[in-house]
């Protein structure tokens, strides 16, 4: 099964930047659509943005305007640019598949925090 790998993450002052990146140990592209996905203590993971094969894209409302997910199948490689961050992006980041039935095992995420 290919396994996911997030990175990228850190601390960052509000209204600051961020790239998070996915890398697969297999094709990126045999994952359709991929999300991101975001989870803080004591809550569920929740999704936050997708990404087809064809280029469909979704955003939850909270981060749309200020997320941008994007991925390079030949680096096998998706991305999350988060601008604007606020306090109450902090949170550990992952990638998956989307929905439920197409995830794979989880990896260990990044952690994205967000502190002036």
């Known amino acids: 099964q290919v396994q996911l790998v997030e990175s990228g993450g850190g601390l960052v002052q509000p209204g600051g930047s961020l790239r998070l990146s996915c890398t697969a140990s297999g094709s990126i592209f045999s994952i359709n659509p991929m999300a991101w996905y975001r989870q803080t203590p004591g809550n569920e993971r929740e999704f936050i943005a997708t990404?087809?094969?064809?280029?469909?894209?979704y955003y939850v409302d909270s981060v749309k305007g200020r997320f941008t997910i994007s991925k390079d199948n030949a680096k096998n490689t998706m991305y999350l640019q988060m601008n604007s961050l606020r306090p109450e992006d902090m949170a550990v980041y992952y990638c998956?598949?989307?929905?439920?039935?197409?995830?794979?095992?989880w990896g260990q995420g990044t952690q994205v925090t967000v502190s002036s």
């Open positions: 998956n598949g989307f929905p439920r039935d197409r995830w794979l095992n």
């Open positions: 990404l087809s094969n064809g280029g469909a894209i």
